[in-house]
């Protein structure tokens, strides 16, 4: 069981930079891959980006490569989003989750966090 809490969203104008931090708690964090997703009023939740267990590789949609990048901190069961130069169209609810292997999928993921708010104003 993995209880996943975000933090760190909140009003940015656009170009500037925020980073969402993803507090898990729970024995098993390590054995988890890593995900964040977003999602937009009346959509679906898109993924962003995800890591490995150990952190040996990371993944990203194309429309946030370049800009994010996401880390994990396994002694500290901490996630990490670093978003820089963003974009009006970055403004969504962040969530971050738990799965078996890194995949693009929101079905594979076995665990969220609640989410955290990010706007970006223009």
């Known amino acids: 069981q993995v209880q996943l809490e975000e933090s760190g969203g909140g009003l940015v104008q656009a170009g500037g930079s925020l980073r969402l931090s993803c507090a898990a708690s729970g024995r098993t964090f390590g054995n988890y891959a890593m995900g964040w997703f977003r999602q937009f009023p009346g959509k679906e939740r898109d993924f962003v980006a995800a890591?490995?267990?150990?952190?040996?590789?990371?993944f990203y949609a194309d429309s946030v490569k370049g800009r994010f990048t996401i880390s994990r901190d396994i002694a500290k069961n901490m996630v990490y989003l670093q978003m820089n130069s963003l974009k009006p169209e970055d403004t969504a609810v962040y969530y971050c989750?738990?799965?078996?292997?890194?995949?693009?999928?929101?079905?594979?993921?076995?665990?969220w966090g609640p989410g955290t708010q990010v706007t970006v104003s223009s």
């Open positions: 989750g738990a799965a078996a292997s890194p995949v693009r999928l929101s079905e594979g993921y076995s665990y």
């Open positions: 890591i490995h267990r150990y952190g040996q590789s990371t």
